[in-house]
């Protein structure tokens, strides 16, 4: 799987854009961009992922560059809830397993 | 529906004793796997359920270290003659594996072992 890095922190003043880079230039063309967060003391929680076109759910929007070497996770209106470490992954889809290759993500602290 | 569950949430053991750790993963998901986190680290990959088999272990740290998986439901991980090392939080997830597309893993709460 493609390596990524990710800043090792970030603020966000609550009801902001949170705005997560992501760098992953060795990525293959099979390989989809996915993001978890953790929130402390609990397991991780899928957000979101892509392959090539940006895509948008109920938790956030997640644009990534035409050349697919870095993406974007976009919160819109941070809420303090949304502090937690946010961990970017790329990975093949598909069949089979899929196995979870985790860094150590960004921890996002959102302050009142 | 009920998500993942683990028990115990907290287990504490004397170096050297065995401790067993258990997942009930969402009804219907056929795959199941088993992370560890020590303290301030990202997830370390340990091994992987597809039904009862286990076709990938290759993230088991030792051969202390053994699971099962029962059912296709219930696993358990079990960690022997335990080593100060070993203290971690236990993370267990599980998914469908579709014929085509991803597999988004649901992970549990974990249990977190502390071996003095």
């Known amino acids: 799987d493609a390596k990524t890095t990710q800043p090792t922190s970030m603020d966000c003043a609550e009801g902001r854009a949170a705005n997560l880079p992501c760098n992953h230039s060795?990525?293959?063309?099979?390989?989809?961009v996915y993001w978890y967060r953790q929130i402390h003391s609990q397991g991780p929680q899928y957000i979101i992922h892509?392959?090539?076109n940006n895509e948008t759910n109920e938790m956030a929007s997640l644009i990534i560059t035409e050349d697919r070497k870095s993406s974007t996770l976009i919160l819109p209106h941070a809420t303090l809830r949304d502090t937690a470490v946010y961990y970017c992954?790329?990975?093949?889809?598909?069949?089979?397993?899929?196995?979870?290759?985790f860094g150590t993500g960004t921890r996002l602290l959102v302050s009142p | 529906g009920a998500g993942v569950s683990q028990s115990p949430s907290n287990k504490v053991t004397e170096k050297g004793k065995d401790v067993e750790l258990r997942c009930d993963p969402i009804?219907?998901?056929?795959?199941l796997y088993w992370y560890r986190q020590s303290l301030g680290q990202g997830l370390e990959f340990l091994i992987y359920?597809?039904?009862?088999?286990?076709?990938?272990k290759s993230g088991l740290p030792s051969d202390r270290f053994s699971a099962e998986r029962t059912g296709g439901s219930v696993s358990t991980l079990t960690i022997q003659r335990t080593q100060q090392e070993d203290s971690a939080v236990y993370l267990c997830?599980?998914?469908?594996?579709?014929?085509?597309?991803?597999?988004?893993?649901?992970f549990g709460p974990g249990t977190r072992l502390t071996v003095l």
């Open positions: 892509g392959l090539k």
């Open positions: 997830a599980s998914s469908l594996v579709p014929p085509r597309g991803y597999n988004e893993q649901f």
């Open positions: 060795t990525i293959s063309g099979n390989e989809y």
């Open positions: 009804s219907g998901h056929t795959a």
């Open positions: 359920f597809q039904g009862n088999s286990a076709p990938d």
């Open positions: 992954i790329v990975r093949v889809g598909g069949t089979g397993f899929q196995k979870l290759v």
